[in-house]
């Protein structure tokens, strides 16, 4: 990881809400979030943040690195109705070696609908993905 990020570092990530990213959609097969309104998923205001960090700091990568969520902690404060943009406001707050934490707040242009933290953590493909497959069920 390229030392590019330091404490109190910010950026800002947005997002118009398309209409399938709505509560419905988070989960298809199941009828009790068909029978939710339209409104932003509080599950895919979770990936927005999570896509925000990354984009934050996806240029302190060097070759074969990537980074994966290892902590979320978010409030959904106000509901956003597709065709509204949502902006991630994030403040890095905490680096320790590859783990680095973020503030965040998100506002629809209307209302602040969360804030929380969030942390992610730079990890090597090559040493990560044969953990996973080694995890893998037989076939």
Do not use: N
Not at 31 to 58: R, S, Y
């Amino acid at each position: 990881m390229l030392p590019l990020l330091k404490v109190g570092d910010r950026h800002h990530f947005t997002y118009l809400v398309p209409p399938d990213k709505t509560v419905p959609h988070l989960y298809p097969e199941s009828p009790d979030w068909q029978a939710m309104p339209q409104v932003f998923a509080t599950g895919f205001m979770v990936g927005l943040i999570e896509w925000a960090c990354l984009d934050h700091l996806k240029p302190c990568f060097e070759a074969g690195e990537g980074s994966l969520g290892v902590f979320i902690e978010a409030s959904h404060e106000a509901a956003t109705p597709p065709g509204l943009t949502v902006t991630v406001a994030l403040e890095v707050d905490r680096i320790e070696g590859r783990r680095i934490g973020w503030k965040v707040e998100l506002h629809d242009g209307v209302d602040r609908i969360g804030q929380g933290r969030h942390e992610r953590m730079v990890v090597r493909w090559d040493r990560f993905l044969p953990k996973v497959d080694a995890k893998k069920p037989s076939a």
